[in-house]
């Protein structure tokens, strides 16, 4: 892949700018009691959840990355650990979820299987900070297409001003709607009426209007992690 310079301003802003834009949307987490149902417990730090808890959640943070990194120990039990994030955006948004105890983080997962239809994954993580986690399953070829081509060479040049290195060659944008569909449906799918859903990142561009059209009720809130193109651009 093409090596990009660096940019000219910061990929992403100090991590206040996160907590003070999040302040304005007004969440209402009193609107019902943090008693989420679950069921299949297990000794790996996490719990199954029911899909009967479908659309009780008053805040949905909707971003490809995950809150913790999972690792799989050799008799397979499964271990959340803490995510390497320099910039600090993980550990900003997970400390959110401390106030949010009925807040759903969707996320994707990568599925070996190419061509296999396969559920999202529904978690309890019982970390530092004890999150609901839903996981897309997304296969190699709609990672590789979605985010590693057409957002990372066709999308990041563009924004941080550097048209020279923009490229479509490759870009599929059948599959970067697809993914973003995937992410919304899993949004208004954990929604609870009038919930706020904050979506983040270039990536996920497409994701608010595909929320809108199912779930007018709720609050949308969108952060860019990038900054935009200058007017010559």
Not at 49 to 66: A, C, E, K, P
Not at 103 to 122: L, P, Q
């Amino acid at each position: 892949q093409t090596s990009l310079p660096e940019p000219c301003c910061s990929v992403v802003g100090p991590v206040s700018i996160l907590l003070s834009f999040f302040s304005m949307t007004v969440l209402d987490s009193a609107r019902h009691p943090a008693n989420p149902a679950s069921e299949g417990s297990s000794p790996s730090g996490s719990t199954n959840i029911s899909s009967g808890t479908n659309g009780h959640s008053d805040f949905v943070l909707v971003y490809h990355r995950s809150p913790y990194d999972e690792q799989i120990d050799a008799d397979g039990t499964r271990h959340w650990v803490d995510q390497t994030s320099p910039n600090g955006i993980i550990p900003t948004l997970r400390n959110l979820f401390s106030e949010q105890p009925r807040g759903t983080w969707i996320a994707w997962r990568k599925e070996a299987d190419e061509g296999v239809v396969v559920s999202d994954e529904r978690l309890q993580i019982r970390a530092s900070v004890n999150i609901t986690l839903r996981r897309l399953p997304l296969t190699e070829t709609q990672i590789s297409s979605f985010y590693h081509v057409t957002s990372k060479e066709s999308f990041w040049p563009i924004l941080h001003s550097f048209p020279g290195y923009f490229s479509v060659d490759n870009s599929d944008w059948q599959i970067f709607e697809q993914v973003n569909e995937s992410f919304a449906r899993a949004a208004c799918e954990e929604a609870a009426p009038g919930a706020t859903i904050w979506v983040h990142d270039y990536n996920l561009w497409l994701a608010p209007a595909f929320i809108r059209r199912q779930r007018p009720d709720v609050r949308i809130a969108f952060f860019h992690h990038t900054p935009f193109p200058s007017c010559d651009v």
